[in-house]
């Protein structure tokens, strides 16, 4: 397992117990309640692996509009305008397409994961990105209202595959059983990774937590350790 390509998380204390990142080419989950900070570690996974690495990605964005995304991420230090990654990751915002499409009344009649997976193919064919962070899964089938998620998912899987990409899929989790890592069920079986934030109140106090369930073909952190932002370092650390 040791000669597997990885791309590192950069999350201080996690990548020196996982063999060194996520193994390139995998799909993974990362789950959570609202709250747990999904997107912005998801973000700032995809952001220094461009900013360290020799990759570029794309972050889909369907629960927080693009302006705003990028706002966000600024404040946190990780500015996609940077000279350093400026050309190197892209965000899509689905949201303004379905407006657009709602506007011309064709949103009923659009093959949605179809042409997502067209405008992924398209991506990966003229810029050649490596990296996908998708956020998030439950928002792309509430807002395009698919009759079968489950054969979907597998369908998105499997065309992610197909391009070999390094895929972050973020899933909500409601409920506090922790028993299904994605709203229709399918999500973490056919992923090869899961990653799960957790967010805990006792009284005024609100810690989160990174536990890893799944990774294959990796040797990982087991269990779940406390996860905090440095602003200072402007990185995410746990331990």
Request: proline fraction near 1%.
């Amino acid at each position: 397992m040791s000669d597997i390509e990885r791309i590192p998380t950069h999350i201080v204390g996690l990548d020196e117990n996982m063999q060194g990142g996520i193994p390139r080419g995998h799909i993974v989950i990362v789950a959570g309640a609202s709250g747990a900070m999904k997107s912005s570690v998801t973000f700032s996974q995809l952001y220094n692996a461009v900013l360290y690495g020799d990759t570029s990605g794309i972050y889909v964005t369907l629960e927080q509009g693009k302006d705003s995304l990028r706002s966000h991420m600024a404040n946190m230090g990780m500015n996609v305008d940077d000279a350093r990654v400026r050309n190197r990751i892209a965000i899509i915002d689905l949201a303004d397409l379905r407006v657009q499409l709602d506007e011309q009344g064709m949103s009923n009649r659009i093959d949605w994961m179809g042409q997502l997976i067209k405008q992924l193919t398209s991506y990966r064919q003229s810029i050649g990105f490596e990296v996908l962070v998708f956020d998030s899964l439950g928002a792309f089938f509430t807002l395009t209202k698919m009759e079968n998620p489950r054969d979907e998912i597998f369908r998105l899987y499997e065309a992610v595959r197909r391009l070999g990409l390094t895929a972050f899929f973020i899933c909500e989790m409601t409920g506090s059983d922790h028993k299904q890592f994605g709203e229709y069920g399918v999500e973490d079986y056919l992923s090869d990774g899961v990653i799960h934030l957790v967010m805990e109140r006792s009284g005024d106090e609100v810690k989160r937590k990174l536990g890893v369930i799944k990774m294959r073909h990796t040797n990982h952190l087991l269990g779940y350790k406390e996860m905090i932002w440095d602003s200072e370092k402007q990185q995410f650390q746990i331990g």
